[in-house]
């Protein structure tokens, strides 16, 4: 099938009458009944849209998503073509968000598994407390990242402003520009080449052009290596 859609939800005309976060997630289980695969356009901010999906559908939204964009992620993909507010896939445990634009504060706070790709700059931390997945930014980030995080992996294609693995048990960071304020916890190094090698893989699946070979590693001292 090639999926359904619901346009303009600021409008009141048709399926745009639904206008609260209660009312689009609505209208996206009740398409998500007719086709794996919907799309929705028109979203002005509104918040904790496409909450738990399933494994095996997939969202995608034109337009700004408020705070906790797929929080809860059970497997389904995320594609936001817009800017996301804070907590973006707060909690999830597997499937993948896909944003297309700027992120707020948190995104993939206490994640599990899967993977986050923002293609923007981050207003604030990332990953805090992550037990598992992947997060990438190809950008830069003004707060922390992976403060706590207890395993998995985050990708920063730009410059980081806050701490780098502040708290870190496990896992592993990587930074492509500026990051001084991890001194205290986590060592820097240069990739090994199996870390280049998913890097690499990383960067042409998603469209990013940075380069493996330039990114710094980050690493809790006692466990590098």
Known sequence: MDGVSMTDTSSENGAGKAQTSEEIDKAISDMLKRSKRVKLSGLLGQHSIAIGLKDG???TINGNSGDYLGAFNEGGIIILNGNCGNLAGDTMIAGGILIFGDSGNNPGACMKNGII?????????????MS???????????????????????????????????GIGDG?????????NYRSDTISRKPTPKE???????FEHYGIHAAPLSMSAYK???RDG
Do not use: C, P, W
Request: overall charge positive; proline content about 0%.
């Open 57 to 59: 559908v997939e969202v």
């Open 117 to 129: 790709v923002v293609k923007g700059n981050v207003q604030g931390n990332v990953g805090e407390k």
């Open 132 to 166: 598992g997945g992947t997060i990438i930014i190809d950008g830069n980030v003004s707060g922390d990242v992976g403060s706590g995080m207890m395993n998995g992996t985050i990708i920063v294609t730009g410059g980081v402003v806050g701490r780098v693995g502040h």
């Open 172 to 180: 592993g960071i990587f930074i492509g520009g500026e990051a001084q």
């Open 196 to 202: 280049i090698s998913r890097l690499t893989k990383y």
């Open 220 to 222: 809790r001292r006692d």
